[in-house]
Structures are given as C-alpha cells and as structure tokens.
C-alpha cells in the first residue's frame, strides 16, 4: 500500500484492516511510512502504526472541516446551488402520471434513463 491513509480513514478502522490481513499471513507495507507488518511485530511497529494512523485521521478530520466550511461560504455568496436535477419539470410530471397509471418504476427508470431510486425519489416529492 501507498500510504496508511489510503487504506482506512479512521485508526480503528486502520488498525483492524492490518490485523487481519497479517493474521492471513499477508505482509502490508506502506511505502510512504517506510512501516512493514507481518503479524509478528513489535511493540514499536504499533506504536508507529497508532501513531501514524491518529495523525492521517486527524488530517483528514481537518481536510473536512475545512471543506465544510468552504462549502458554507459558497452557499451564502450563491455559489454552491448542490446537484442539478436529473429530468425537468414535465418529465417528472409524466413519471407522476405514468405511475399512477400503473406503470412499474423499473420500466420508467429505463424510459427516463435514471436510476429506479431516482424514480422513487421523484415520486416521493411534492413538486410537479
């Protein structure tokens, strides 16, 4: 593996992935850290391994903190408006109708070239 924190984004997600893969007798390396675990390691090679690991998922923790907050920045300078919907308006409408009608919403999915949740998720709103 690259690097720990391309493996797990928390430490006890990390430290378990680890225990497991070298109780199958596989050897996991991190190239980035220079670290090796082969299941018969010593007290300091965990102590690398929590260590390290606490200092990935702490970065990572930073990293969304701080998109969050860029996120909110730009929904109130009108930036950020999410998602754009998937059918207009009077497709969404024909859904509605179509499967009032009775349609399945497999078939529908299929016509409008969207997934079957998205259909549900259509169906769900209030909005026509």
């Known amino acids: 593996m690259h690097a720990m924190d391309r493996l797990a984004r928390s430490l006890d997600d990390l430290r378990k992935l680890v225990l497991e893969l070298t109780a199958r007798g596989v050897v996991v390396k991190f190239h980035k850290e220079g670290l090796r675990f082969t299941g018969e390691d010593s007290p300091m090679s965990n102590l690398m391994l929590s260590m390290l690991g606490a200092v990935a998922e702490f970065e990572r923790s930073l990293i969304r903190e701080r998109q969050s907050e860029g996120i909110a920045l730009a929904k109130v300078a009108g930036a950020y ?41 259509y169906l769900k709103s209030a909005t026509v």
């Open 81 to 121: 408006k999410g998602r754009k919907p998937s059918l207009a308006q009077e497709q969404v409408a024909e859904i509605k109708s179509r499967a009032a009608a009775g349609e399945s919403k497999a078939a529908l999915a299929r016509d409008f070239g969207v997934s079957r949740e998205t259909v549900y998720q």
